[in-house]
């Protein structure tokens, strides 16, 4: 096998025929072996049975369906783990990022990079809050982060077989993937594509997901709130040292009336949310230590369809 194709699937009936086309008419003529595997993510429509409908058409096609929905990032996961290539090459099932640009990976794969970068040049169908908040995430969090995240870069790239072999390495089940592709290293290069609209259906990464997920890259790669927390705690300290000492002056000099409600009441407000800022920062990595602590698996399958085997089970990471 030489290329593992990985799609996570949520609620993509209406995509999945078309990609499957437009995969085989990219890959057939090719002449590599590859395989296509299609994760089922609890999807609610008739995904699954429209995946197992195109295994029985195309044994190539590998059907892992998890035993709920567990989000793109542990389908991702799964997908990967089960890739069987020298080479994969995560790709979204709304047919936003074009297959035809799987050769262009290859490519350069065969010209020893193990990471093969696709960048957004642009982004169709897509509001220009929803751009300009991507803008800055990538670059928010590569000021704030030790490793550089390529900024404007999804999913969408290939991955060596060595490269997959670390990831498999990795323990955390909070996962950041896009922080992980970039975390293993290894000789990577860039290639560049304008991003189509969704083929058919809606996104269901609205702003609160999304703002979620910014949340979660961060707090993934990077300890920088943590040390903002502090920084500006001692600020508060400094600025509280300061203002005493101005008002025993003042009390030296004008004496003491009974006034000053009003900026005491500014002063405990201020001081009472930043101490309410500084805990929800140390409660975020609080969260994701008790998650890793408790040593879930990212992952639970119900059922595979894949060539020459029965349906399997009850398989978990």
Same mark, same amino acid.
């Given at each position: 096998m030489t290329v593992s194709i990985i799609i996570p699937c949520h609620n993509e009936a209406g995509n999945l025929a078309t990609l499957y086309a437009r995969v085989r008419a990219v890959m057939d003529p090719s002449g590599e072996p590859w395989e296509m595997i299609c994760v089922n993510d609890g999807s609610s429509d008739d995904t699954l049975l429209q995946l197992i409908a195109l295994h029985r058409q195309d044994p190539r096609i590998r059907v892992i369906d998890l035993s709920r929905n567990f989000g793109k990032e542990a389908a991702l996961t799964a997908?990967?783990?089960? %890739?069987?290539?020298?080479a994969a090459i995560p790709l979204d099932?709304?047919?936003?990022?074009?297959p035809e640009l799987i050769p262009d990976l290859l490519a350069h794969w065969r010209e020893g990079f193990d990471v093969v970068n696709a960048v957004?040049?642009? #982004?169709?169908?897509?509001?220009?809050?929803?751009?300009?908040? %991507? $803008?800055? *995430?990538y670059r928010i969090i590569n000021r704030l982060s030790d490793v550089e995240i390529p900024p404007d870069t999804g999913d969408f790239r290939l991955l060596s077989r060595p490269v997959l072999d670390t990831l498999r390495t990795l323990p955390e089940r909070r996962r950041f993937m896009k922080g992980l592709f970039a975390w293993v290293g *290894?000789?990577? !290069?860039?290639i560049y594509y304008h991003r189509a609209?969704? $083929? !058919?259906?809606k996104t269901t990464w609205n702003y609160w997901r999304l703002w979620n997920f910014a949340v979660e890259g961060i707090t993934s790669f990077s300890q920088v709130p943590l040390q903002l927390a502090a920084y500006l705690g001692v600020l508060v300290s400094l600025l509280a040292f300061l203002y005493a000492i101005w008002l025993v002056a003042r009390t030296l000099v004008y004496g003491n009336p009974v006034k000053g409600y009003p900026s005491i009441m500014v002063t405990l407000l201020f001081l009472g949310g930043v101490q309410l800022m500084a805990l929800g920062v140390i409660g975020e990595y609080l969260g994701r230590i008790?998650?890793?602590?408790?040593? #879930?698996?990212?992952?639970?399958?119900?059922?595979v369809w894949e060539s020459g085997q029965t349906p399997e089970g009850d398989d978990s990471k």
């Open positions: 997908g990967l783990d089960a %890739a069987r290539g020298e099932a709304d047919l936003q990022d074009p957004r040049l642009s #982004r169709d169908g897509e509001s220009w809050i929803k751009r300009a908040s %991507a $803008h800055l *995430f *290894f000789r990577s !290069t860039n609209p969704r $083929h !058919t259906g008790y998650e890793e602590s408790k040593q #879930r698996p990212v992952y639970l399958i119900r059922q």
